[in-house]
């Protein structure tokens, strides 16, 4: 087996390099950079707000004056809050208490202004052509897109804090031997250990993936949000999974925490660690790893698929990469690349954002004539506390031989 990376050191280094990824007021971000993060960040917390303040208390809609002008207080004060605590959540010493706070109502903030939108053109314009006059329509309006987040928001929000389900799929994977036929792979991917997650909720994810008795588990990055040091009680239950083979890589969100430590950390909990290295498994597959983008430039790190596919023997090859674009190295260079990063989307239907940067957003697509990619939805969820018709999951995949060509 190739020997894992485990450099504890070069963080520094990677937070310089990435300066613009990484806290708005950590190292290397100049002051006009800081002004233009901030004067962006206003500007969407306030347009979130803005437009749901207009959905649910315009003018048209004759509100009483405690009402209508309550209501756009509320919605202002929710902005203003939005862009103090984001700040304070992440940028200088990250505070725990105001990232919660932050993400509530970056989700809400989101549900508001997405249904409002909708309801604009499906609720009004029809009620409109229906002779529905004010303050009847905006009324009616406000009433259900009202209802409409309230109901989103509390459903997304169980969702998301829900153990995942398990998402069961079998992949045909030629040349897979006869003792091989039938290998179940459980994935985790983007679990993002942070303040909202108790250690009873990881717990409960290695409860479900040990029930599974897969013969290897994997996680495909993205492991927490915050440093070993702050998260070190919500990953500890990850020592617990119970496998014959356990293989992690690093996603982009280690490098904004402390790469080195995360990677030594899961080593520590006796997980191979593969940053551009590969191990076997029973002489019936191999399992490599390639380092995330994030880390390209910085010295010792950074994705190099070539080095974790040096000396692999002849058989079926699964590589994990956190992010699916890496798709465009290794299309028809390994059987199945497994992947994460999208989260499906989270919250609908910032779907079609991902689906700008990445080739597919979740579930099991074919590149090339050899190479198949697994995305998972992703075992947590990142920033806001919602999943909204992007369930998450943990994923188990059977292995199965084929006849093809």
């Not at 915050?226 to 119970?242: D, I, K, N, P």
Request: hydrophobic share 45%; charged share 15%; glycine share 12%.
């Amino acid at each position: 087996m190739a020997e894992p990376h485990l450099d504890r050191t070069g963080d520094e280094a990677i937070l310089e390099a990435y300066a613009v990824d990484s806290p708005p007021s950590g190292p290397g971000m100049s002051r006009r950079a800081r002004m233009i993060f901030l004067g962006v960040l206003t500007l969407i917390c306030f347009l979130l707000y803005g437009v749901g303040a207009w959905g649910l208390f315009p003018s048209q809609a004759g509100w009483p004056d405690w009402l209508a002008w309550g209501g756009r207080l509320v919605a202002g004060l929710a902005a203003v809050t939005l862009v103090v605590t984001m700040l304070r959540a992440h940028t200088g010493e990250e505070s725990d208490g105001a990232a919660r706070i932050a993400h509530v109502l970056l989700g809400v903030g989101w549900i508001l202004f997405v249904w409002t939108m909708i309801t604009d053109l499906v609720l009004r314009l029809p009620l409109l052509v229906a002779g529905i006059e004010n303050p009847l329509r905006s009324r009616l309006v406000a009433v259900v897109l009202a209802a409409v987040v309230l109901g989103l928001a509390l459903w997304g929000f169980a969702e998301a804090r829900r153990i995942p389900r398990v998402r069961r799929v079998d992949i045909e994977i030629r040349g897979l031997s006869a003792e091989a036929d039938g290998m179940t792979i459980a994935v985790l991917t983007d679990t993002h250990f942070d303040s909202f997650k108790k250690p009873s909720w990881s717990a409960g994810v290695v409860d479900v993936v040990n029930g599974l008795g897969a013969d290897v588990v994997v996680h495909a990055g993205d492991l927490a949000d915050g440093s070993v040091a702050a998260r070190r009680e919500q990953s500890a239950a990850l020592g617990g999974v119970r496998a014959a083979y356990r293989f992690y890589i690093a996603g982009n969100h280690e490098y904004y925490s402390g790469v080195g430590d995360w990677t030594a950390h899961m080593a520590d909990l006796g997980w191979e660690v593969l940053l551009n290295a590969h191990g076997v498994v029973g002489e019936r597959l191999v399992i490599a790893g390639v380092d995330d983008p994030t880390g390209n430039g910085v010295p010792g790190h950074g994705t190099d698929l070539d080095a974790a596919l040096a000396g692999v023997p002849d058989l079926p090859i699964v590589l994990l990469a956190h992010q699916p674009h890496l798709i465009a190295t290794s299309r028809d260079r390994v059987d199945l690349q497994i992947s994460g990063h999208t989260h499906g989307g989270q919250m609908w239907p910032f779907h079609y954002l991902v689906r700008l940067r990445e080739p597919v957003v979740q579930g099991l697509s074919r590149h090339g004539d050899r190479t198949q990619v697994w995305t998972s939805r992703g075992t947590g969820y990142w920033g806001p506390p919602f999943r909204i018709f992007a369930p998450s999951e943990i994923s188990l995949l059977t292995l199965c031989s084929t006849t093809s060509a």
